[in-house]
DNA sequence: GCTAAAAATTCCGATACCGAAACAAATTTT
DNA sequence: AAAATTTGTTTCGGTATCGGAATTTTTAGC
């Protein structure tokens, strides 16, 4: 069932749901490695570095970085493929879990603290 | 109305919008720096440095950075406050709007593609 | 077994961002 | 009008990220 919303609910959301993300102290993600961190979570595995950069049209440097960043922050971790053992595969961490749990309640939230179309403050 | 939204669905919907926001060559924002145009878009003005880094909870000097930035792109402008001549206000360009008005489009299309719960490749 | 290819990482210089403190300019207080 | 306050910017040293070329390790082809 498809989430249906207008451009103006969709842009609301997003705001509440950043400004909450701003304020509160996490980690605070770059736009790739969250999208990167949620890919390893939603979607059905294995992720190895090079279908990462592929999904995301990004450099393998890239995910590389990322992945950098998510492992010491123990959101993902990485491990080697035996069966080929030139690639690595991501995987998901407790953290990770937790973590994202907590921001789909804050999206959430979100959505439900957005107002009647008259009450939001302006248009584009 | 209240946008209703479960969990994964809310994931969901975050992790499509972010992984195409990545793929398009347009420019990725800080977490902060869009937190703050959706802010100055989407809530009613006047909008000052003081009252952004507020609302966000964050250093002033953040919010100075953030709007060189944003300003550099094109999509805010700052004015000086005639009235009270230490302030800025912070006010919207035509490609500030046209900017986010993609980005909501692309949330839309984001909600739009959700599949079934079945459909979808992992809970966490 | 040797060469070529594939996967991921490391290196490089350049740019962007951070928090805290110091600063400049305008306004308010006394 | 002098001092104190408010607003926003700049500076500082330090860290993170970027793209892309070069490198290392492993596998595949012949």
Redesign the pocket.
Known sequence: MPVELTELQALDLWRRAMVSSVRRDAP??????MALLLTVYLTPPPH??????ETLR????????????LG?LDLVR?K???????????QRTVRGSVFLREFGELIVAAGRSIAEPERVGSRL
Chains 1, 2 share one sequence.
């Open positions: 605070d993600l770059s736009a790739r490695q190895t570095v090079r279908g990462m950069a990004v450099s393998k440097p890239a995910i590389t970085r990322a992945l950098d960043r010491e990485r080697q493929d035996e069966s080929d053992r030139r690639s690595v595969l991501i």
